[in-house]
């Protein structure tokens, strides 16, 4: 009996390792690749323009909200907040702000680079752009306000002040800021390596939530992207600076540090406005000509492409490209391209006729796609 059991026991074993040898096991087919982390210093994002896009490139951007318009009220000063024609309210936060540096010299100048000078230099680059409205946080506001009262009647500061309510932030701009500065120094000379790295979170003001759009992301500007290389190279003797670049000044030191920190809202800025597009309605066309309901006062730029766009029941039709001429109240674009459609090929045909102005239920609008090439060349 002993002997059977041992037998059958030995058979099944031989009968299992027969089935695992014949067995293969599957693996699924590989869908990502192994890369290397890059930290890349940042780019400013330039739309491309109207002159270079193709037939397919004729789209509405994915970041613009078609769906908004139909809670649209067409007043630039009194819009529907779910209106992507709305000029977004921001109000800017700077949080973190730490500093790396071994160095005495570059530490105090680090160290006087706070969030409050961050801020307001950050916020006078998106005023001068007139894409949002700026809720600002800076101390002179209050002290205008109690300066009036002092001037002028108390009362009619209150009625001043209730016509012209408090904003409402749509978003709120978090910015942590990591400087670093450091000294390397080779057989023959030194080189000073200066960065500034920003984290920027897109917050909504009352739940708090961090949100995924608009996606601004991490910026980093180094000490060379702002001036050549070997102006920051410097040479010392018996451990002394002698000649190069002074880094024992405060001045030269904080002169870089501003040029950085300048670079790096630069990038930040042209990442808003591919992430935050303007946008218009067209009121009219003739020829290759349109004219839109907003210009300047909405922050439509001089030379901004422009992607047409025929709304109807909740379905988008691209029809042309076009590069804007912004007035204070209004703008002019010059169609470049139309699109090879059907719906394109209509409007293009009436609006050869003479002045075409779209229907009550045909409505035609604009949307930017990036930071026109021209104003990076004379304004930043």
Known sequence: ??????????????????????????????????????????????AKSAYE?????????????????????????????????????????????????????????????????????????????NRFRIVTQDDITAQEVASQIKEQSAKTVASVMKENR??????????????????????????????????????DPFTKEKLSYPNIGKIRIDGIDVKPKHELVY?????????????????????????????????????MLTEMPVSAQVTGLRGDQI??????????????????FKYDGGFVDPIAVAIAKPSSESAIATIVKWKNTDIADDLKNKSAKGIYRPTRGEQIFAVSIGLPSSYLKTKM
Request: net charge negative; with cysteine; hydrophobic share 35%.
């Open 1 to 46: 009996m002993k002997l059977l059991t041992t037998t059958s026991t030995l058979i099944f074993v031989m009968t299992m390792v027969g089935c695992t040898s014949s067995t293969k096991i599957k693996y699924p087919e590989q869908q990502t690749n192994l890369t290397d982390a890059q930290a890349l210093n940042s780019k400013i994002i330039v």
């Open 166 to 203: 408090t904003l409402r932030p749509d978003y709120l701009l978090k910015i942590d800021t990591i400087k670093t500065a450091d000294r390397f120094y080779a057989e023959y000379n030194g080189m000073a390596q200066y960065a500034v790295e920003l984290t920027v979170s897109v917050i």
């Open 53 to 129: 896009f193709e037939d397919k490139d004729i789209e509405v951007p994915g970041n613009f909200n078609v769906q908004g318009i139909n809670s649209c009220t067409f007043d630039i000063n009194n819009e529907s907040d779910d209106c992507p024609l709305k000029k977004p309210i921001i109000r800017v936060y700077f949080d973190g702000n730490n500093s790396t540096s071994q160095q005495k010299e570059e530490k105090k100048v680090l160290e006087s680079l706070n969030n409050k000078k961050l801020g307001l230099m950050f916020e006078s680059q998106l005023a001068g752009l």
């Open 235 to 271: 040479t010392e003797v018996n451990g002394k600076y002698y000649t190069g670049f002074d880094y024992t000044s405060p001045d030269n030191i904080n002169a870089v540090f501003s040029k950085i920190a300048s670079k790096a809202f630069d990038v930040m800025l042209s990442r």
């Open 291 to 308: 004219t839109l309901d907003r210009g300047r006062n909405a922050g439509v730029l001089t030379d901004d492409t422009f992607i047409l």
